[in-house]
């Protein structure tokens, strides 16, 4: 994996075999505030002093979870974070981006690398990171990993593109995630293509475009259908 500057200054890891970066290289802090934080619905909660839970498919580098922890820091209010990841990248380049792209949540930062340094990080890391973070997150395959019921205000789905994970935007994993988000919750992705919409009704989200963050003219955001 090799360490690239996008185009907002901040830093994401880039595959040059297949081409596919982690976060698009338009600008990788611009894309997860926009696109997960903000359009979740997450940021407004965390705004107004609400506990928030949220669920991530695809932890990756943590920029996502950083976003979104430094914004429950910043507002003093409780976020519930689990996320699944199959191959975390090593914790010294999770722990160099972290300084670059948010060095005003060391804090977070230092408590999630000693954390992910346990032995027991193999597996799982659980851990309480702050008076208002906690965090659970799941090294394992997405599709085998199992969560209760009508508990996540939001869903993050933030795996690789379809091309290299179709798995992770078909119905029947998102037939799993359904019953997962609360009644007002919402999921929200870069995804936006006709086979993954259809996926999404079939699994009974309904959905909306959203204008996208430089680079991409669309979005999406997901609901439960009444």
């Known amino acids: 994996m090799q360490v690239c500057q996008t185009a907002d200054g901040s830093l994401t890891l880039l595959d040059p075999q297949s081409g596919q970066s982690y976060r698009s290289m338009h600008g990788a802090v611009t894309e997860s505030t926009q696109v997960f934080l903000q359009n979740s619905g997450v940021a407004a909660r965390l705004s107004a002093g609400m506990p928030s839970s949220v669920l991530e498919i695809g932890f990756g580098t943590g920029l996502n979870f950083g976003v979104t922890a430094a914004h429950a820091a910043e507002h003093c209010s409780k976020l519930h974070y689990t996320a699944c990841e199959f191959a975390l990248p090593?914790?010294?380049?999770i722990q160099?981006?972290?300084?670059?792209?948010?060095?005003?949540s060391m804090p977070l930062l230092n408590a999630l690398v000693t954390e992910l340094n346990r032995p027991q990080a193999t597996d799982n890391c659980k851990a309480a990171l702050s008076e208002?973070?906690?965090?659970?997150?799941?090294?394992?395959?997405?599709?085998?990993?199992?969560?209760?019921?009508?508990?996540?205000?939001?869903?993050?789905?933030?795996?690789?593109?379809?091309?290299?994970?179709?798995?992770?935007?078909q119905q029947a994993f998102l037939e799993k995630l359904l019953p997962t988000l609360r009644q007002n919750g919402r999921l929200a992705t870069?995804?936006?293509?006709?086979?993954?919409?259809?996926?999404?009704?079939?699994?009974?989200?309904?959905?909306l475009k959203k204008p996208g963050p430089p680079g991409k003219r669309e979005v999406l955001v997901a609901h439960r259908q009444a």
């Open 190 to 207: 870069f995804g936006v293509n006709r086979a993954f919409r259809q996926a999404l009704e079939g699994a009974g989200f309904g959905w």
């Open 96 to 104: 160099a981006l972290w300084k670059h792209n948010l060095p005003h």
């Open 90 to 93: 090593p914790v010294s380049t």
């Open 132 to 169: 208002f973070v906690e965090l659970d997150l799941r090294l394992s395959d997405a599709n085998t990993c199992h969560w209760p019921g009508d508990f996540f205000d939001a869903i993050y789905l933030d795996g690789f593109s379809a091309s290299r994970n179709p798995a992770l935007w």
